[in-house]
């Protein structure tokens, strides 16, 4: 990139003081905008949906659900998938961004953070909810116990484990530590006394040392290191769950790529959309400028493409296996009764985002919102449709059957999108929706380029 | 500020910008005073290593912990699974081989990642002797800056009148004296 563009991604007349002043005071001031209530009491109830969904499955059982044999899975693992597939994105801003040092990460990467941390959550939830019996959860973990009983490690199900709870925590350190100097900011500004004590019990004492700046992008450049790998193992693992199966649609090696491309996908989708919304609800369009629209869209267009990729291939190896299952399932997926949701997703994800081809619709606010609209629905319907028409009829055609949906999934799904923005919507209120330290360092660093250039 | 002022502790001057503040600490650091601490909103070049922080073992320290933690859990993933499938509960699935090490590899990657994950980020809060919710510099009144605009150097003891011209000298705004 050229100094050229990276001078173009921040205002003219911003200063490390007034950028702080203004985003502190996003936290800071004392009354929210009439929208955001509006927006958080909706969530809030949805939150509530959610829970009310929650204790009915956990209190019922999973025959809530429209799962059976032949489709055992249903919306609780497509939607698992979907959810941290969002939440990929987010991590990989934060840290590959971060290692390749590419200078439009700074104003995106708190919003991706969030959103990746409250997209666990709710893929994590997702992943206990598909269990039969949660209660027996801890099966899972490795301990000594009277049945003299070990975990099955050759088992998709107990990496699972490993990888979403190991992933969770990884963002949570993630997401606290790139907000510590942001918290001793809202420390520094904060005017009551209670607001002074809960971010300087957050802030942990940060008192922007030198030496403790050093030591923190040290920790910084480890967990932007770790995470790269974090990224690409998690959706791997995942999809791991179906390609370690025989189940013809299943039992294909490209599957942890593919998972992953498709989650960096949607979840670059979905930091787009937040960064639009954001910089209207908020008025930063000048920090969150149509330049880092155009980035997203290019990174949205970059991970289609190869998700459009891996169609091609699922579709070449089908054919090229010579198997007849194998066949069949991909001619089910476009005629089959679940049709619709394949060439749905084809809209989606394979016509719709060639728009992004074109500067202007890159850099249109209302198009790239559509488009990751669009996308996220796409991504949906392409787990959707791998795990029922993989499923639905298999080998034994006796077993064939068609399994849809109850109004016990809707309502579940439905809640956990209320969730997602109900936890973003707290956090924008309690947190800094840009990172003011990375800006802060993005401002010197434009100071020191002009000071090289005169 | 809060409280009676009742102990000396040292001066903090604030400069304009980070190179003045840069060149303070050369200075102040070549009069032999080694207490001193730089205060800046976003981390500067060079200024942590110009206020002591030593590059030989401080530099990679993090990752080093990091990876060395990282690699011990990795194995002691890796041979809790291989102890648990191979000797203590062994049952053959699909006719594949007991020990089937690669089916052991996501786990064994996982637990590591997390431990140095961890291992990081404590290291990194020890070292920095975080938590810390009391320290002098707060005490001074327009501290606040220092996580906005501000660049500050807090120098602890030493001789006070002597120090305090070394740092008009470097172009401080202002020097003041920091009470515990």
């Given at each position: 990139m050229s100094q050229d563009t990276a001078e173009k991604l921040l205002p003219e007349g911003l200063t490390h003081g007034n950028m702080t002043g203004r985003i502190?005071?996003?936290?800071?001031?004392?009354?929210?905008r009439r929208r955001w209530w509006l927006a958080f009491a909706v969530s809030g109830v949805l939150a509530l949906l959610f829970v009310f969904c929650l204790v009915a499955v956990f209190s019922t059982g999973v025959g809530l659900f429209g799962i059976n044999i032949p489709v055992a899975w249903g919306f609780p693992i497509v939607n698992t998938i979907w959810w941290i597939g969002i939440a990929h994105a987010g991590t990989l801003i934060s840290a590959v961004l971060l290692l390749t040092r590419q200078p439009w990460r700074a104003p995106v990467a708190r919003l991706a953070e969030a959103m990746a941390m409250f997209a666990i959550v709710c893929a994590g939830i997702y992943a206990i909810a598909h269990l039969g019996r949660p209660q027996l959860m801890h099966y899972l973990l490795p301990y000594p116990n009277t049945q003299d009983l070990w975990p099955q490690w050759r088992s998709p199900l107990v990496w699972d484990f490993f990888a979403i709870s190991t992933y969770f925590i990884f963002t949570l350190g993630f997401l606290f530590f790139s907000l510590l100097p942001d918290f001793a900011t809202l420390r520094d500004r904060a005017r009551s006394r209670a607001l002074q004590i809960f971010y300087g019990l957050l802030a942990l004492g940060w008192r922007n040392s030198a030496q403790h700046w050093a030591r923190y992008e040290q920790?910084?450049?480890?967990?932007?290191?770790?995470?790269?790998?974090?990224?690409?193992?998690?959706?791997?693992?995942?999809s791991l769950d179906l390609a370690v199966?025989?189940?013809?649609?299943?039992?294909?090696?490209?599957?942890?790529?593919?998972?992953?491309?498709?989650a960096l996908f949607s979840g670059f989708a979905t930091v787009a959309l937040l960064a639009v919304i954001t910089r209207a609800m908020f008025?930063?369009?000048?920090?969150?400028?149509r330049r880092h629209l155009d980035y997203l869209g290019?990174?949205?267009?970059?991970?289609?493409?190869?998700?459009?990729?891996?169609?091609?291939?699922?579709?070449?190896t089908a054919w090229y296996s010579g198997d007849l299952y194998q066949r069949a399932v991909t001619i089910d997926r476009w005629t089959g009764p679940y049709a619709p949701a394949w060439w749905g997703m084809f809209v989606c994800n394979v016509l719709l985002v060639q728009l992004l081809w074109f500067k202007s619709v890159r850099r249109s606010s209302a198009a790239i919102f559509t488009l990751a609209i669009t996308s996220n629905i796409g991504m949906w319907l392409e787990r959707y449709q791998i795990l029922f028409t993989s499923m639905h009829a298999s080998f034994i055609p006796a077993t064939w059957d068609t399994v849809t949906p109850t109004a016990w999934d809707g309502l579940l799904a439905l809640g956990s999108l209320g969730l997602f923005v109900f936890f973003l919507l707290a956090f924008v209120r309690l947190a800094p929706v840009i990172s003011m330290h990375d800006m802060r360092s993005a401002i010197y660093k434009r100071e020191q380029q002009r000071e090289q250039t005169k | 500020m809060k409280g009676a002022a009742s102990g000396h502790y040292g001066l903090i001057a604030r400069f304009d910008d980070s190179e003045a503040l840069l060149t303070a600490v050369y200075r102040v650091r070549e009069t032999g005073h080694r207490r001193l601490e730089a205060h800046t909103p976003f981390p500067v070049p060079g200024l942590a290593e110009a206020t002591g922080f030593s590059e030989d073992g401080g530099r990679f320290q993090v990752a080093r912990i990091a990876l060395l933690v990282g690699v011990i859990a990795a194995a002691i993933a890796f041979g809790l699974q291989w102890y648990t499938a191979v000797i203590d509960y062994p049952i053959v699935v699909g006719g594949k081989p007991l020990n089937s090490w690669p089916a052991f590899l996501p786990i064994t990657f996982k637990v590591g990642i997390f431990n140095s994950v961890m291992a990081a980020a404590i290291t990194m809060l020890v070292k920095n002797r975080l938590p810390h919710f009391y320290h002098p510099v707060f005490n001074e009144d327009d501290f606040a800056a220092a996580s906005a605009d501000g660049f500050f150097l807090s120098v602890r003891g030493g001789d006070t009148e002597k120090l305090a011209m070394l740092l008009w000298n470097c172009g401080a705004r202002y020097v003041r004296e920091l009470t515990l």
């Amino acid at each position: 990139m050229s100094q050229d563009t990276a001078e173009k991604l921040l205002p003219e007349g911003l200063t490390h003081g007034n950028m702080t002043g203004r985003i502190a005071d996003l936290v800071l001031a004392n009354r929210a905008r009439r929208r955001w209530w509006l927006a958080f009491a909706v969530s809030g109830v949805l939150a509530l949906l959610f829970v009310f969904c929650l204790v009915a499955v956990f209190s019922t059982g999973v025959g809530l659900f429209g799962i059976n044999i032949p489709v055992a899975w249903g919306f609780p693992i497509v939607n698992t998938i979907w959810w941290i597939g969002i939440a990929h994105a987010g991590t990989l801003i934060s840290a590959v961004l971060l290692l390749t040092r590419q200078p439009w990460r700074a104003p995106v990467a708190r919003l991706a953070e969030a959103m990746a941390m409250f997209a666990i959550v709710c893929a994590g939830i997702y992943a206990i909810a598909h269990l039969g019996r949660p209660q027996l959860m801890h099966y899972l973990l490795p301990y000594p116990n009277t049945q003299d009983l070990w975990p099955q490690w050759r088992s998709p199900l107990v990496w699972d484990f490993f990888a979403i709870s190991t992933y969770f925590i990884f963002t949570l350190g993630f997401l606290f530590f790139s907000l510590l100097p942001d918290f001793a900011t809202l420390r520094d500004r904060a005017r009551s006394r209670a607001l002074q004590i809960f971010y300087g019990l957050l802030a942990l004492g940060w008192r922007n040392s030198a030496q403790h700046w050093a030591r923190y992008e040290q920790v910084n450049r480890v967990l932007a290191a770790v995470a790269a790998p974090i990224v690409v193992s998690v959706t791997g693992i995942i999809s791991l769950d179906l390609a370690v199966s025989i189940v013809p649609g299943f039992h294909f090696t490209i599957f942890p790529p593919y998972f992953v491309a498709g989650a960096l996908f949607s979840g670059f989708a979905t930091v787009a959309l937040l960064a639009v919304i954001t910089r209207a609800m908020f008025g930063l369009r000048d920090l969150i400028t149509r330049r880092h629209l155009d980035y997203l869209g290019r990174m949205m267009l970059l991970f289609a493409l190869i998700v459009n990729y891996a169609y091609i291939q699922e579709i070449f190896t089908a054919w090229y296996s010579g198997d007849l299952y194998q066949r069949a399932v991909t001619i089910d997926r476009w005629t089959g009764p679940y049709a619709p949701a394949w060439w749905g997703m084809f809209v989606c994800n394979v016509l719709l985002v060639q728009l992004l081809w074109f500067k202007s619709v890159r850099r249109s606010s209302a198009a790239i919102f559509t488009l990751a609209i669009t996308s996220n629905i796409g991504m949906w319907l392409e787990r959707y449709q791998i795990l029922f028409t993989s499923m639905h009829a298999s080998f034994i055609p006796a077993t064939w059957d068609t399994v849809t949906p109850t109004a016990w999934d809707g309502l579940l799904a439905l809640g956990s999108l209320g969730l997602f923005v109900f936890f973003l919507l707290a956090f924008v209120r309690l947190a800094p929706v840009i990172s003011m330290h990375d800006m802060r360092s993005a401002i010197y660093k434009r100071e020191q380029q002009r000071e090289q250039t005169k | 500020m809060k409280g009676a002022a009742s102990g000396h502790y040292g001066l903090i001057a604030r400069f304009d910008d980070s190179e003045a503040l840069l060149t303070a600490v050369y200075r102040v650091r070549e009069t032999g005073h080694r207490r001193l601490e730089a205060h800046t909103p976003f981390p500067v070049p060079g200024l942590a290593e110009a206020t002591g922080f030593s590059e030989d073992g401080g530099r990679f320290q993090v990752a080093r912990i990091a990876l060395l933690v990282g690699v011990i859990a990795a194995a002691i993933a890796f041979g809790l699974q291989w102890y648990t499938a191979v000797i203590d509960y062994p049952i053959v699935v699909g006719g594949k081989p007991l020990n089937s090490w690669p089916a052991f590899l996501p786990i064994t990657f996982k637990v590591g990642i997390f431990n140095s994950v961890m291992a990081a980020a404590i290291t990194m809060l020890v070292k920095n002797r975080l938590p810390h919710f009391y320290h002098p510099v707060f005490n001074e009144d327009d501290f606040a800056a220092a996580s906005a605009d501000g660049f500050f150097l807090s120098v602890r003891g030493g001789d006070t009148e002597k120090l305090a011209m070394l740092l008009w000298n470097c172009g401080a705004r202002y020097v003041r004296e920091l009470t515990l």
